[in-house]
């Protein structure tokens, strides 16, 4: 009868044991389920992270063609050639005075609201603006026969012997640099210039990266540059236009601007 009894008190004990280990861990599930509920957007999202880390690769945007498009720049020289006819190019439309051959050379003049060069045999220069680094020259012009000459853009001019030159040959356009009058072809690209047509350059010298572009003036502007590379024999100068004449050849330049960068 005894170890009837005390196998009865045993069992009792046992179950209410049994009862509060159950509800502790209710407790611990309700608890969990909360937790859960109430963090459940930050552990989906940490949970996806992980995925994408252990399982996948996080795509790259791929890169943007270079362009040549920038926003507008400080202008440092411009010439519309508005004035009236008179010989040599004189003052810009922008108050500075062109330099080099344009000041001198009896063969420029103001025609018609345009800047000529003719009745020459030689390479001219024409130089406006200031002493500058980096810079970027947009001009339009024509030749009225090429080859063998030509027209061109000037940058980190210093004097006729010393300068970065983009210009067309009348079947290519060509990057040159002439350092202490060693002249070196840099780089060229095909394209075919037609005679008495009007043609608008853009030539950039960022830092070492020399870069050009022309079409011809009533069409829209190409958005990459056609020829690119890179030099770094002269470090800065001035901006300007050359163009080389033979006899009977007539150049033609109806606006000119350059700009900082």
């Not at 030689?122 to 080859?147: H, K, M, Q, W």
């Not at 060509?174 to 060693?182: A, N, W």
């Not at 030099?231 to 050849?249: P, Q």
Request: charged letters at 15%.
């Amino acid at each position: 009868m005894r170890t009837h009894r005390r196998k009865r008190t045993r069992s009792r004990h046992t179950s209410q044991h049994a009862f509060k280990v159950g509800l502790a861990l209710l407790g611990l599930m309700l608890l969990s389920d909360s937790i859960t509920a109430h963090f459940f957007t930050q552990i989906e999202a940490a949970l996806s992270l992980s995925a994408i880390h252990a399982g996948s690769t996080i795509p790259v945007q791929p890169a943007m063609p270079t362009s040549s498009l920038t926003l507008a720049q400080p202008t440092l020289a411009q010439d519309t050639f508005s004035h009236a006819n008179q010989t040599f190019w004189g003052i810009a439309s922008d108050g500075q005075r062109w330099q080099a051959d344009a000041m001198s050379s009896p063969g420029f003049a103001i025609v018609n609201h345009a800047g000529q060069v003719a009745n020459g045999n030689g390479i001219y220069d024409a130089i406006l603006g200031p002493r500058i680094t980096n810079a970027e020259v947009v001009c339009s012009g024509s030749l009225s026969r090429f080859g063998p000459s030509t027209l061109g853009a000037l940058l980190r001019w210093t004097d006729a012997k010393n300068l970065y030159k983009a210009y067309l040959d009348g079947a290519h356009l060509i990057l040159l640099r002439d350092e202490t009058g060693i002249v070196t072809m840099l780089k060229s690209v095909a394209f075919v210039a037609q005679e008495g047509q009007l043609y608008t350059f853009r030539f950039r010298v960022l830092g070492s990266l020399l870069s050009a572009k022309v079409w011809p003036a009533n069409a829209p502007e190409p958005a990459n540059w056609m020829v690119t590379t890179i030099d770094t024999s002269l470090s800065s100068g001035y901006g300007g236009l050359r163009v080389v004449l033979r006899n009977g050849i007539t150049a033609t330049i109806t606006s000119f601007t350059e700009s900082k960068l």
